[in-house]
């Protein structure tokens, strides 16, 4: 089936330590995206690639970083710069930039321990 | 600033009931605007997409209305479920490649 495909699905990150959560997608879809989601608060977009080896910023990038080196994957990495990383991470792709359907994966738990 | 809201408090409804969800921006004028469903622990998936021409458009038992004057879309779901629980997310076309999302609303139908 097609789809987008996250992992792992529950993650632990000890202080200072980074962490890389993976997102694939077979839907050959161009765009990418990844996500924030915190209690009460609206998806906050982190990082987003329209091409492949190609990324920009979203609107919380600080701490974190992203690669885009194939299509169909686009990690991100929580650095130890990110002071407050504990979150549900959303990785989500579409057609293009277009402003087609987002599909969403099923979501990353990160806590900090 | 620019801002998308969603009623924060719960809907609670009994079952065949009409839900309606709002969500009122300010400070854009989106070219179309999305409704998506999100289940507790999973990614959101999406449920209608209405652009800034159209004023209502159905799909079975959802319907989304889009008034750019008032700045406002509500979200029906006729003859409501047990199983419409969840939490519903409006999302509106922000320009440059981005889409906003709003906290969600989330819905209780009773049996």
């Known amino acids: 089936d097609g789809g987008i495909t996250q992992s792992p699905k529950y993650l632990f990150r000890k202080e200072g330590q980074n962490v890389t959560l993976s997102c694939e997608q077979n839907?050959?879809?161009?765009?990418m995206y990844w996500y924030r989601q915190d209690p009460g608060q609206g998806l906050r977009l982190i990082y987003y690639?329209?091409?492949?080896?190609?990324?920009q910023k979203g609107d919380i990038a600080e701490g974190y970083s992203v690669s885009r080196e194939k299509k169909e994957s686009f990690p991100l990495t929580v650095t130890s710069a990110q002071k407050n990383p504990t979150a549900f991470y959303l990785c989500?792709?579409?057609?293009?930039?277009?402003?087609?359907?987002?599909?969403f994966g099923e979501g990353s738990w990160l806590t900090v321990v | 600033s620019q801002k998308i809201e969603q009623n924060s408090e719960a809907l609670n409804i009994q079952e065949g009931k009409t839900a309606t969800l709002t969500c009122n921006y300010t400070?854009?004028?989106?070219?179309?605007l999305q409704w998506y469903r999100q289940d507790p622990g999973r990614g959101p998936v999406f449920l209608l997409l209405?652009?800034?021409?159209?004023k209502e458009k159905r799909k079975e038992r959802l319907k989304v209305t889009f008034d750019t004057t008032l700045k406002q879309s509500l979200f029906h779901i006729t003859a409501s479920q047990p199983a419409d629980s969840a939490t519903y997310l409006c999302?509106?076309?922000?320009?440059?490649?981005?889409?906003?999302f709003g906290a969600g609303t989330r819905l209780f139908v009773k049996a």
């Open positions: 839907l050959n879809h161009d765009a």
């Open positions: 400070n854009y004028s989106p070219a179309y």
């Open positions: 690639s329209q091409i492949v080896n190609d990324f």
């Open positions: 999302a509106l076309d922000a320009g440059g490649f981005k889409t906003i």
């Open positions: 989500a792709s579409s057609i293009d930039r277009s402003g087609n359907t987002i599909y």
């Open positions: 209405i652009r800034e021409n159209e």
